[in-house]
């Protein structure tokens, strides 16, 4: 089948244009296609397709407006949050109003001792931090696009970050929520203190994609700072050796905070943009954090740098300043922005293996990529098994899109095949559920349309994703975007 | 109508595993509510089967673990079959490496720690009934203990989990890694399910490496206020207890006097600070914590057996045997609320008895325990102070018979809609625990 035949037609164009208007006045109703484009695409870059409107409304009231006007028009509903996403979530593969949450981006309460925060879902995720670091709190779950991306885009993918081994991930630290369901409805779930009386349906939505409704308004757990953060490099000369640290590290029972696996390549990409004088030859560098209170961290570095040795490392460095230790962070999170150095395009995979995998699931992937001639950068959430190995290429050069695709399908199944799974953080979207299948078993996922038809009986929220489509990967897969990421732009 | 379901229970599991010996079934009674048959499955396919049975039958389905304690919810309305998860037991999956343990409903939570002791590892959860529950009563009744501050709760260490549905399919959610995003997290559909969304039949949990000892610090003070403003600055403080309590005069007699701990001060509140983890750590707090006290309260630090003793009382504090005919109460709501709550269930006025508290100070969590003929006047004030602080109050535990003239469950929560169209399409029949959910959804 061909996603052409599947796009969703809509009636009455002009009366529907009219009602959303009527909304939002016509400054926030695009309709022009040089307005659309700009959400033709989202972090992905797997597949564009051109939304039918754009919308931005600025209150829960104006969500419920749009969604009234979408369904008497019987059209689909797409919500965006900043479009960083890595899976094709926030993109219309059939059409569809997209609705765009970036107007409301407003912090709406803050209440230190009861350590939680109101937002809206528009907020950019380090703003909410930014806003009570000066009082010594911060919100936990940080992934490397922090500086972009949304809270609405976190809870809908349940995204993790950089400190997840030890704050765990997006779900971790959503209180309660408002969502607006397609019938127009508003329901405030949760919110109201731990172990909750009655089902749990803030953790059923985070985490599903946009696709049982729109969330307007979140919750979110606010934590202490620790007093003490220790911040170290650990310089290996091969990434077997440094990810036998990192197992050895959680075994010692210290529960570092972040444990992050750079290759040799990445150092190569990102070194002349961050300058934080790793070095060029390293196999792979970990990046060890240990917080708590001051006096327990000497200890806890002491027992890190201890292990590091046992495991032939080359050198342990310790970040001596603040400013240093945001050189080697940016070095991690400014991964990603700097691979335009490698080369135009790079695909980005996500999966996670049973930790004790790890090593020689590396080894596979290393295999993998060297059968199809390709390269692979590895920059990773090492602690938590959770491997993003990356393939830079050129998609102007005949073929190569077609050897990416495979080589990353080949990498996903082998994870699999030692008990993983399709993805640590990305989300399914439209780029993995055609894979859920090998994962879940027909009554599982039926289990999952349950749940989805609980919400949205008319499948009118985020269609065509998570769920297997009629339409093969191959068709969405081959019509990427050959498009240079704007390198840089997530640092 | 239910006629046959003994003999098709029959067939599914084989005479050996059905019970319909009625002195057998009295001792499955759920508050007075006598099951008609019992049925121990070997395997999730039998739980399926036996579920299509009942739901051909219009049949009642009460899922058990080891049924330390059946009773939160309402009374039952009927029991035709109880499904008892007991044989299905034992660890599948464990690779300590991994930090992920796998093992089957049945399986009681103390057989799954002195595994993962052995490897120095524990699913760091301490939840009242720790011994005898199983972990997919644990997982079904959504239980969290004292040490959640520190280590999480259930949910947040439950990464995949195998039911069997009352439609009768087996299916799995989840997996066993420990950051997966693959598809609806439908772990959460089953955390607090009561045994509502069907029959648990095996658990995956990320685990952790076991702490060691560690060390109280029972600080006494004068009045709740007094705690109240001590929990608070702890709170403010870098201190990073695995638990912090406060306890009423009666609640801290009792936790002491299971402990076997020299009696406080009998007027005294007591707060209690956990501090685990390395020793340098454990040194801070201490010191920390006789700074912070100063001359707010008495300090006391404990080790050892009275330590380990004096955490056991504290977890099994909202346990029915620690309160014989007594109503147990749950509150819940923004975390520095905890003294409203707790004004709030000792101010109901003319009691009869104590109204003994002990709040989890860290998470906002707060259980009252009060004498059955207090039960409504505590049930009517706690309610609204939790209403007014934006939390929730439900009843935990109550003699049956008063059961129906509680509010055991306070009033309805966002999205009961949504609630009750998701129990339709996982329990279309209705079948799973009726009666014991609130707002009619079971
Ligand atoms: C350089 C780079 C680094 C990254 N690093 C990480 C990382 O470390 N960890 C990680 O987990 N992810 C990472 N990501 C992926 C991405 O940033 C996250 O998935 C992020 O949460 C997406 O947020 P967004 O606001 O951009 O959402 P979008 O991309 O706009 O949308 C993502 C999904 O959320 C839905 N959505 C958005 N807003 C709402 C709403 N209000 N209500 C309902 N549904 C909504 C959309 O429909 C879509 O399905 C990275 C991405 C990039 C480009
Ligand atoms: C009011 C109340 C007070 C408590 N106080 C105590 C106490 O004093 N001491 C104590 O030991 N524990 C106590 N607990 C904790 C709790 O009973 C146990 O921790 C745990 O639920 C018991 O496990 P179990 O195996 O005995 O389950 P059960 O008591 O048999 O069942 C608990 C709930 O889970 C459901 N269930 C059980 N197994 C499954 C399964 N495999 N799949 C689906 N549903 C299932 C049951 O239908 C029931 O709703 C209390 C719990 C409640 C509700």
Same mark, same amino acid.
């Given at each position: 089948?061909?996603?052409?035949?599947?796009?969703?037609?809509?009636?009455?164009?002009?009366?529907?244009?009219?009602?959303? @208007?009527?909304?939002?006045?016509?400054?926030?109703?695009?309709?022009?296609?040089?307005?659309?484009?700009?959400?033709?695409?989202?972090?992905?870059?797997?597949?564009?397709?051109?939304?039918?409107?754009?919308?931005?409304?600025?209150?829960?009231?104006?969500?419920?407006?749009?969604?009234?006007?979408?369904?008497?028009?019987?059209?689909?509903?797409?919500?965006?949050?900043?479009?960083?996403?890595?899976?094709?979530?926030?993109?219309?593969?059939?059409?569809?109003?997209?609705?765009?949450?970036?107007?409301?981006?407003?912090?709406?309460?803050?209440?230190?001792?009861?350590?939680?925060?109101? %937002?809206?879902?528009?907020?950019?995720?380090?703003?909410?931090?930014?806003?009570? /670091?000066?009082?010594?709190?911060?919100?936990?779950?940080?992934?490397?696009?922090?500086?972009?991306? +949304?809270?609405?885009?976190?809870?809908?993918?349940?995204?993790?970050?950089?400190?997840?081994?030890?704050?765990?991930?997006?779900?971790?630290?959503?209180?309660?929520?408002?969502?607006?369901?397609?019938?127009?409805?508003?329901?405030?779930?949760?919110?109201?203190?731990?172990?909750?009386?009655?089902?749990?349906?803030?953790?059923?939505?985070?985490?599903?994609?946009?696709?049982?409704?729109?969330?307007?308004?979140?919750?979110?757990?606010?934590?202490?700072?620790?007093?003490?953060?220790?911040?170290?490099?650990?310089?290996?000369?091969?990434?077997?050796?440094?990810?036998?640290?990192?197992?050895?590290?959680?075994?010692?029972?210290?529960?570092?905070?972040?444990?992050?696996?750079?290759?040799?390549?990445?150092?190569?990409?990102?070194?002349?943009?961050?300058?934080?004088?790793?070095?060029?030859?390293?196999?792979?560098?970990?990046?060890?954090? %240990?917080?708590?209170?001051?006096?327990?961290?000497?200890?806890?570095?002491?027992?890190?740098?201890?292990?590091?040795?046992?495991?032939?490392?080359?050198?342990?460095?310790?970040?001596?300043? /603040?400013?240093?230790?945001?050189?080697?962070?940016?070095?991690?999170?400014?991964?990603?922005?700097?691979?335009?150095?490698?080369?135009?395009?790079?695909? &980005?995979?996500?999966?996670?293996?049973?930790?004790?995998?790890?090593?020689?699931?590396?080894? @596979?992937?290393?295999?993998?990529?060297?059968?199809?001639?390709?390269?692979?950068?590895?920059?990773?959430?090492?602690?938590?098994?959770?491997?993003?190995? &990356?393939?830079?290429?050129?998609?102007?050069?005949?073929?190569? +899109?077609?050897?990416?695709?495979?080589?990353?399908?080949?990498?996903?199944?082998?994870?699999?095949?030692?008990?993983?799974?399709?993805?640590?953080?990305?989300?399914?979207?439209?780029?993995?559920?055609?894979?859920?299948?090998?994962?879940?078993?027909?009554?599982?996922?039926?289990?999952?349309?349950?749940?989805?038809?609980?919400?949205?009986?008319?499948?009118?929220?985020?269609?065509?994703?998570?769920?297997?489509?009629?339409?093969?990967?191959?068709?969405?897969?081959?019509?990427?975007?050959?498009?240079?990421?704007? +390198?840089? &732009?997530?640092? | 109508?239910?006629?046959?379901?003994?003999?098709?229970?029959? *067939?599914?599991?084989?005479?050996?595993?059905?019970?319909?010996?009625?002195?057998?079934?009295?001792?499955?009674?759920?508050?007075?509510?006598? #099951?008609?048959?019992?049925?121990?499955?070997?395997?999730?396919?039998?739980?399926?089967?036996?579920?299509?049975?009942?739901? *051909?039958?219009?049949?009642?389905?009460?899922?058990?673990?080891?049924?330390?304690?059946?009773?939160?919810?309402?009374?039952?309305?009927?029991?035709?079959?109880?499904?008892?998860?007991?044989?299905?037991?034992?660890?599948?999956?464990?690779?300590?490496?991994?930090?992920?343990?796998?093992?089957?409903?049945?399986?009681?939570?103390?057989?799954?720690?002195?595994?993962?002791?052995?490897?120095?590892?524990?699913?760091?959860?301490?939840?009242?009934?720790?011994?005898?529950?199983?972990?997919?009563?644990?997982?079904?009744?959504?239980?969290?203990?004292?040490?959640?501050?520190?280590?999480?709760?259930?949910?947040?260490?439950?990464?995949?989990?195998?039911?069997?549905?009352?439609?009768?399919?087996?299916?799995?959610?989840?997996?066993?890694?420990?950051?997966?995003?693959?598809?609806?997290?439908?772990?959460?559909?089953?955390?607090?399910?009561?045994?509502?969304?069907?029959?648990?039949?095996?658990?995956?949990?990320?685990?952790? #490496?076991?702490?060691? $000892?560690?060390?109280?610090?029972?600080?006494?003070?004068?009045?709740?206020?007094?705690?109240?403003?001590?929990?608070?600055?702890?709170?403010?403080?870098?201190?990073?207890?695995?638990?912090?309590?406060?306890?009423?005069?009666?609640?801290?007699?009792?936790?002491?006097?299971?402990?076997?701990?020299?009696?406080?001060?009998?007027?005294?509140?007591?707060?209690?600070?956990?501090?685990?983890?390395?020793?340098?750590?454990?040194?801070?707090?201490?010191? *920390?914590?006789?700074?912070?006290?100063?001359?707010?309260?008495?300090?006391?630090?404990?080790?050892?057996?009275?330590?380990?003793?004096?955490?056991?009382?504290?977890?099994?504090?909202?346990?029915? $045997?620690?309160?014989?005919?007594?109503?147990?109460?749950?509150?819940?709501?923004?975390?520095?609320?905890?003294? $409203?709550?707790?004004?709030?269930?000792?101010?109901?006025?003319?009691?009869?008895?104590?109204?003994?508290?002990?709040?989890?100070?860290?998470?906002?969590?707060?259980?009252?325990?009060?004498?059955?003929?207090?039960?409504?006047?505590?049930?009517?004030?706690?309610?609204?102070?939790?209403?007014?602080?934006?939390?929730?109050?439900?009843?935990?535990?109550?003699?049956?018979?008063?059961?129906?003239?509680?509010?055991?469950?306070?009033?309805? #929560?966002?999205?009961?809609?949504?609630?009750?169209?998701?129990?339709?399409?996982?329990?279309?029949?209705?079948?799973?625990?009726?009666?014991?959910?609130?707002?009619?959804?079971?």
């Amino acid at each position: 089948m061909q996603l052409a035949d599947l796009r969703h037609r809509i009636e009455d164009r002009t009366a529907l244009t009219r009602a959303l @208007q009527e909304v939002l006045g016509s400054d926030r109703v695009f309709t022009h296609p040089a307005d659309l484009i700009a959400y033709e695409y989202d972090g992905a870059q797997v597949l564009t397709a051109i939304p039918d409107l754009v919308v931005l409304p600025g209150s829960t009231e104006e969500v419920v407006g749009v969604v009234n006007a979408a369904r008497r028009h019987r059209v689909p509903l797409i919500p965006r949050g900043a479009g960083t996403g890595l899976s094709g979530g926030a993109i219309t593969p059939i059409g569809g109003i997209l609705v765009s949450l970036a107007r409301m981006k407003r912090i709406l309460h803050v209440d230190l001792d009861n350590r939680c925060a109101v %937002v809206q879902p528009g907020v950019i995720n380090l703003d909410v931090t930014k806003a009570v /670091e000066g009082s010594g709190y911060f919100y936990a779950p940080d992934p490397s696009s922090q500086s972009a991306c +949304s809270i609405g885009g976190n809870v809908a993918n349940n995204s993790g970050g950089v400190h997840t081994l030890a704050f765990g991930v997006t779900t971790n630290h959503v209180l309660g929520l408002t969502l607006v369901l397609p019938d127009g409805s508003v329901e405030r779930l949760g919110g109201r203190g731990a172990d909750e009386p009655g089902l749990d349906l803030t953790g059923l939505v985070v985490g599903s994609e946009g696709t049982l409704g729109i969330v307007t308004e979140v919750t979110v757990r606010l934590m202490r700072r620790r007093e003490g953060v220790r911040t170290m490099l650990g310089i290996f000369g091969t990434i077997a050796e440094a990810s036998q640290a990192v197992a050895d590290i959680i075994a010692s029972g210290i529960a570092p905070t972040a444990l992050e696996m750079i290759d040799q390549l990445t150092v190569e990409a990102v070194e002349p943009v961050v300058h934080a004088g790793l070095p060029l030859d390293a196999g792979a560098i970990l990046l060890i954090e %240990v917080e708590g209170v001051c006096d327990a961290i000497d200890r806890s570095a002491g027992i890190v740098d201890e292990v590091c040795r046992k495991n032939q490392v080359r050198e342990v460095r310790i970040a001596r300043t /603040e400013e240093e230790r945001h050189l080697y962070w940016a070095s991690r999170k400014g991964a990603f922005g700097a691979m335009g150095r490698l080369a135009p395009n790079y695909y &980005l995979n996500d999966a996670v293996v049973p930790r004790s995998q790890l090593p020689a699931i590396m080894r @596979q992937v290393m295999e993998i990529a060297r059968r199809h001639g390709l390269r692979v950068v590895n920059v990773f959430h090492a602690g938590d098994g959770n491997l993003h190995p &990356l393939i830079p290429y050129d998609a102007a050069a005949p073929g190569e +899109s077609d050897r990416v695709l495979k080589a990353s399908e080949e990498m996903l199944a082998a994870c699999v095949a030692v008990g993983g799974t399709l993805s640590g953080e990305h989300g399914i979207g439209i780029e993995k559920n055609n894979y859920m299948p090998w994962i879940f078993s027909a009554s599982d996922l039926d289990a999952q349309r349950r749940l989805k038809a609980a919400f949205d009986p008319e499948d009118l929220m985020n269609p065509f994703k998570v769920f297997p489509t009629p339409v093969s990967c191959g068709e969405l897969m081959a019509r990427r975007a050959p498009r240079l990421a704007a +390198s840089g &732009l997530w640092i | 109508m239910t006629g046959d379901l003994a003999d098709r229970a029959r *067939e599914i599991v084989g005479a050996a595993h059905l019970i319909t010996d009625q002195a057998a079934l009295a001792s499955l009674a759920v508050d007075g509510v006598r #099951p008609a048959v019992a049925a121990h499955p070997g395997s999730g396919e039998e739980a399926a089967r036996l579920m299509t049975a009942a739901g *051909e039958r219009g049949a009642a389905v009460l899922p058990r673990g080891a049924g330390v304690h059946q009773h939160l919810g309402g009374v039952p309305a009927r029991a035709d079959l109880v499904i008892d998860t007991r044989r299905l037991s034992g660890i599948t999956d464990y690779v300590p490496a991994d930090y992920v343990v796998a093992a089957r409903a049945g399986t009681p939570l103390r057989d799954l720690q002195a595994e993962l002791g052995r490897h120095t590892q524990w699913l760091p959860l301490d939840p009242p009934g720790g011994g005898a529950a199983t972990i997919g009563g644990l997982i079904a009744a959504n239980r969290n203990g004292p040490r959640r501050l520190l280590y999480g709760s259930i949910r947040d260490m439950l990464i995949g989990i195998r039911v069997a549905l009352p439609t009768g399919e087996v299916i799995k959610a989840g997996g066993k890694v420990v950051k997966n995003v693959a598809g609806y997290d439908l772990t959460k559909m089953f955390i607090g399910s009561l045994g509502s969304a069907g029959v648990i039949v095996e658990a995956t949990f990320k685990i952790s #490496p076991f702490p060691g $000892d560690g060390q109280t610090i029972l600080v006494t003070v004068p009045t709740r206020a007094a705690a109240h403003e001590l929990t608070t600055a702890i709170m403010r403080s870098y201190l990073l207890p695995a638990a912090l309590e406060a306890a009423d005069p009666h609640a801290l007699r009792h936790v002491t006097k299971a402990a076997g701990v020299t009696a406080p001060d009998p007027n005294a509140w007591g707060v209690l600070v956990l501090a685990e983890g390395l020793a340098e750590s454990r040194v801070r707090h201490v010191d *920390e914590m006789r700074a912070l006290a100063g001359s707010r309260g008495r300090i006391e630090v404990l080790e050892g057996a009275a330590h380990t003793a004096l955490w056991r009382a504290v977890a099994e504090f909202p346990s029915p $045997d620690a309160h014989p005919a007594g109503v147990i109460f749950r509150a819940g709501g923004p975390i520095a609320r905890w003294a $409203d709550l707790a004004s709030g269930a000792q101010e109901a006025g003319a009691p009869a008895g104590p109204v003994g508290v002990l709040a989890h100070a860290g998470t906002g969590v707060l259980y009252a325990a009060c004498a059955a003929a207090d039960g409504p006047s505590v049930a009517a004030s706690l309610g609204a102070a939790a209403s007014a602080a934006g939390g929730y109050a439900v009843v935990e535990a109550a003699p049956p018979a008063l059961k129906p003239h509680l509010p055991l469950w306070g009033p309805p #929560p966002g999205g009961l809609e949504l609630m009750r169209r998701l129990r339709e399409k996982f329990d279309p029949r209705g079948i799973m625990v009726p009666g014991r959910l609130g707002w009619g959804l079971s």
